[in-house]
């Protein structure tokens, strides 16, 4: 057995392993030291790089274009583990802290991931009545199973894909969007960007208390806070699929869910007098080929994707 990714933590509910090949002495994927960089850069899964090699991820693009950033990022991380690494790891040399907020997972996991670690929690955010709320996830558990069975019977992902869909199975999808095919799971996109449910309701609550937090830390350390706001794969299929095939589902309520919590982070950082951007910009004018692969459903972008990404970061956030 190699050496494992993650390891489980009381506190943060889990790290990187400094053991795992491409990890950094402090378990994050960086060309860079953390005492040689002048920014800091945290988020989850779409900064950290999942499904690609390091050299093709964005902050290490950035890296080697001579950007000194540093990427405190991992896969599943949510505003919990943003708001620890502001208090860990930023230090008075910095000049900027960039928060990177996913907006398909990083908002639902911040609720689910302070209930998880509440014990060891540094934070005490969590209520009693937290513990109560949820979401249904059988429909993506069938789906699942559905497309486990199917490759271990030889099917390749897109015919296990295909066969989940035709038997009627959610966030399977898929879209025609820019004259392709994509493949998307809309369902779970919707369920945590919807701030109509009590349970993402609270979740934004959170969040808004663990971005307090790091304004705070920047704050006391003399650092700037900037927040990147990252959309789904999902919206932009469904926005570039106008008066297209669209798979059977209400893609413009998707469309609007996330660009509603996008302006609810929005009035929250300009009332704390906190620069705000937002890779809609991007996503929403760029063909999607040019940012995702059809496959996998997780959405992260392509390694053509992370380039363009790269590209946008350093002119919006480092002026270069």
């Not at 955010?125 to 937290?130: C, E, K, L, N, P």
């Not at 995702?292 to 919006?316: C, K, Y």
Request: proline share 5%.
């Amino acid at each position: 057995m190699g050496t494992l990714r993650f390891m489980d933590d009381p506190t943060w509910r889990h790290v990187g392993s400094p053991q795992y090949p491409d990890h950094d002495e402090n378990g994050f994927c960086n060309e860079l030291t953390l005492a040689a960089s002048k920014y800091i850069l945290t988020g989850s899964s779409h900064v950290y790089g999942t499904n690609l090699v390091p050299v093709d991820t964005w902050p290490i693009r950035l890296q080697r274009e001579g950007v000194p950033i540093y990427s405190a990022s991992m896969g599943a991380w949510s505003l919990m583990q943003f708001a620890l690494v502001s208090q860990t790891y930023l230090k008075p040399f910095h000049r900027k802290l960039v928060v990177s907020i996913y907006l398909g997972f990083d908002v639902y996991a911040t609720l689910k991931q302070s209930i998880d670690v509440r014990n060891g929690s540094l934070f005490g955010f969590v209520r009693d009545g937290d513990l109560k709320l949820g979401m249904d996830w059988r429909p993506r558990q069938a789906r699942d199973e559905a497309v486990k069975k199917a490759r271990e019977l030889g099917a390749n992902l897109e015919e296990a894909l295909r066969q989940a869909f035709d038997l009627g199975l959610q966030d399977c999808m898929p879209v025609i969007a820019d004259g392709a095919e994509w493949w998307i799971e809309p369902h779970l996109r919707l369920q945590t960007t919807d701030l109509s449910s009590p349970y993402m309701r609270r979740a934004f609550e959170l969040c808004r208390s663990y971005l307090d937090v790091i304004q705070t830390n920047c704050t006391e350390r003399g650092v700037e806070l900037e927040i990147l706001l990252i959309p789904t794969k999902e919206a932009a299929v469904f926005h570039r699929a106008v008066g297209q095939q669209r798979g059977g589902f209400d893609g413009d309520a998707l469309v609007d869910a996330e660009r509603r919590l996008a302006r609810e982070f929005a009035c929250h950082l300009s009332a704390a007098g906190v620069r705000l951007t937002d890779l809609w910009t991007l996503y929403s004018t760029t063909p999607v080929g040019d940012l995702f692969d059809p496959i996998p459903l997780e959405g992260h972008p392509s390694a053509r994707g992370a380039a363009a990404i790269a590209q946008w970061v350093r002119r919006e956030h480092f002026g270069l």
